[in-house]
C-alpha cells in the first residue's frame, strides 16, 4: 500500500472505528451505499472481444505458418463474448463500422447485471 494511504479515508471514513463513542451510534450503513464512483472511474481495465477458440496440440501449433486458418469454435452470427479484466461483462455481435478503414466493432446484446455474470459459452472447439 502506498504510504500515506488511509483506505478508511479513501472509503469515506468507513471501514473502522477510530473513537469507542461510534460503537454507541446507529450502525454503519453498507458500505455499497457510501462509495463513490468518483474513484474508480479514470482506473484503466483490459477489454477483450473474444470470438472464438480453438484446442490444438503443440505439435499442431507449431505446424502453423503464414496464411494458416486456425478453425474456431464460433460460428458466422453467433455471439462473441466481451471479456473485461478476465470476467465475462456482455456478450454482442460483430459489426462493420466502417469499411473504408476496415474497421469493425461489436454491438452489445447481453450485458451482465451489477453482481451477475454471465456463463461461458460451451466450448466446441475443434
Known amino acids: 500500500m502506498p504510504a500515506g494511504f488511509d483506505p478508511s479515508a479513501a472509503m469515506g471514513g468507513l471501514g473502522g472505528h477510530d473513537d469507542e463513542e461510534d460503537e454507541d451510534e446507529a450502525p454503519h450503513q453498507p458500505v455499497a451505499d457510501h462509495v463513490d464512483l468518483d474513484l474508480v472511474m479514470d482506473v484503466p481495465v483490459t477489454m477483450q472481444v473474444v470470438l472464438g477458440q480453438a484446442t490444438m496440440t503443440v505439435a499442431n501449433i507449431l505446424k502453423l505458418g503464414r ?18 479484466n478476465g470476467r465475462i461483462v456482455a ?34 472447439a475443434a
Open 67 to 84: 496464411g494458416a486458418v486456425v478453425k474456431l469454435d464460433t460460428k458466422v452470427g453467433d455471439p462473441v463474448d466481451v471479456v473485461v
Open 91 to 124: 456478450r454482442g455481435e460483430i459489426v462493420v463500422i466502417d469499411k473504408e478503414e476496415q474497421r469493425f466493432g461489436i454491438t452489445l446484446t447481453d450485458v451482465a447485471k451489477p453482481g451477475s455474470k454471465l456463463q461461458a459459452r460451451k466450448s466446441r
